[in-house]
């Protein structure tokens, strides 16, 4: 599918940038005439674009093989997803680029919008599959082998996936048991969201827009409701969210937001009135205001004794009356140090990209 806003964010993600980031990225990329306008909802490419064109354009990039592959081909088709008239086209090339003109992070977010702009009017990719089914007893056994028969777009964006082979049994045969075990496993738990991955889901229930989805999350992580590269939500992030469930449950619900995001849309497409949609959500908030005004004390001590909880890494080990509390120094720097200071000058670096958790079971833990 063409990029849009959403599916650049997840896929600039996986390679390890944070939302925020990819979208300054983008930007820049954007102001240097590389790329195009990457706020935008759009799958499918506009008619007027001239595909070929940008294409063709591509040969003096370092994706020129690529770039070759795709014009040697009959016909240009590109793929489709939802075509959303009024908005800009998916994000695609604007201009060729090379690797040793531009910063290591420019390149690989180009990179990765080319070779996705090129991978969209590549064939599909085929794969061969083989499952094997083993019978023993009554209990049955299967294997299944994969091997690229025509690589199509996947030639243009390689995916690490290792081909696996089984030997052809042919069909109805006996095989020899070399030996049997059993082998005892937990089901792991579902993974944690990534940023990109939270991104795509707020964009399924209708959360944010294409402009403000990155900086929402950026928000979570800059209020240390949430930090990791998996995203993870702090003690602090969880006790707001439970004390808002408990006394305004309304505006926890992902389909208030989304609601509101609806009838936002709506004014903009005419069908409703800017004053009637601020009524309605003046007095959906003043409603939930009210409730938490109410419980004001109650929620400001649930808080601050998470987050006082959370910063307690375990006693001090000099002078054994303190305890050691994550802080942050003047210049913006977290450390440990304890609560006797100036008396006691005991502290603890913390490494710069630690997300640091306090483990609930032992005394204090770095993570
Ligand atoms: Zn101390």
């Known amino acids: 599918m063409p990029l849009n806003t959403t599916l650049f964010l997840a896929l600039a993600n996986r390679a390890g940038f944070s939302a925020v980031r990819a979208m300054a990225l983008a930007e820049s990329l954007y102001r240097?005439?590389?790329?195009?306008?990457?706020?935008?909802?759009n799958t499918a490419y506009p008619r007027t674009l001239g595909l070929r064109k940008i294409v063709e354009g591509l040969l003096e990039s370092d994706l020129e093989a690529e770039a070759k592959l795709v014009l040697s081909?009959?016909?240009?088709?590109?793929?489709?997803?939802?075509?959303?008239t009024?908005?800009?086209?998916?994000?695609?090339?604007?201009?060729?680029?090379?690797?040793?003109?531009?910063?290591?992070d420019l390149w690989r977010v180009y990179e990765l919008v080319a070779r996705r702009f090129l991978a969209t009017l590549s064939p599909a990719a085929t794969f061969g599959l083989m499952n094997v089914q083993v019978d023993l007893d009554e209990a049955s056994f299967v294997a299944t082998a994969r091997h690229v028969l025509e690589p199509g777009w996947r030639a243009i964006v390689p995916r690490d996936q290792s081909e696996t082979s089984l030997p052809d049994l042919g069909r109805g045969g006996a095989v020899e048991i070399r030996s049997i075990g059993i082998e005892e496993g937990e089901t792991p738990s579902p993974r944690r969201y990534?940023?990109?991955?939270?991104?795509?889901?707020?964009?399924?229930?209708?959360?944010?827009?294409?402009?403000?989805?990155?900086?929402?999350?950026?928000?979570?992580?800059?209020?240390?409701?949430?930090?990791?590269?998996?995203?993870?939500?702090?003690?602090?992030?969880?006790?707001?969210?439970?004390?808002?469930?408990v006394h305004a449950p309304g505006i926890t619900l992902p389909g208030t937001t989304a609601e509101?995001?609806?009838?936002?849309?709506?004014?903009?497409?005419?069908?409703?009135?800017?004053?009637?949609?601020?009524?309605?959500?003046?007095?959906?908030?003043?409603?939930?205001?009210?409730?938490?005004?109410?419980?004001?004390?109650?929620?400001?001590?649930?808080?601050?004794?998470?987050?006082?909880?959370?910063?307690?890494?375990?006693?001090?080990?000099?002078?054994?009356?303190?305890?050691?509390?994550?802080?942050?120094?003047?210049?913006g720097s977290r450390f440990l140090g304890c609560t006797n200071y100036p008396q006691c000058k005991?502290?603890?670096?913390?490494?710069?990209?630690?997300?640091?958790?306090?483990a609930k079971a032992s005394e204090s833990s770095l993570a």
């Open 73 to 84: 081909l009959q016909e240009i088709r590109p793929t489709r997803g939802r075509t959303v």
């Open 86 to 104: 009024t908005d800009h086209p998916p994000i695609y090339p604007t201009a060729a680029a090379r690797g040793k003109d531009l910063k290591p």
């Open 194 to 245: 990534s940023q990109g991955a939270l991104i795509e889901e707020m964009d399924r229930l209708g959360l944010g827009t294409k402009s403000t989805r990155a900086e929402i999350v950026q928000k979570l992580y800059d209020r240390g409701y949430a930090g990791g590269r998996q995203v993870r939500p702090t003690e602090g992030g969880r006790a707001v969210v439970e004390a808002l469930q």
């Open 260 to 331: 509101l995001e609806r009838r936002l849309d709506a004014i903009a497409i005419g069908e409703a009135k800017p004053e009637d949609v601020i009524a309605e959500s003046r007095s959906r908030l003043r409603e939930a205001l009210r409730e938490l005004e109410a419980h004001r004390e109650a929620i400001a001590r649930w808080i601050r004794e998470t987050i006082a909880w959370e910063r307690d890494h375990g006693p001090c080990e000099r002078c054994g009356s303190g305890r050691m509390v994550l802080r942050k120094s003047r210049r």
């Open 346 to 358: 005991n502290s603890r670096q913390v490494p710069r990209e630690a997300f640091v958790v306090r």
């Open 32 to 41: 240097d005439g590389l790329i195009s306008y990457p706020r935008t909802d």
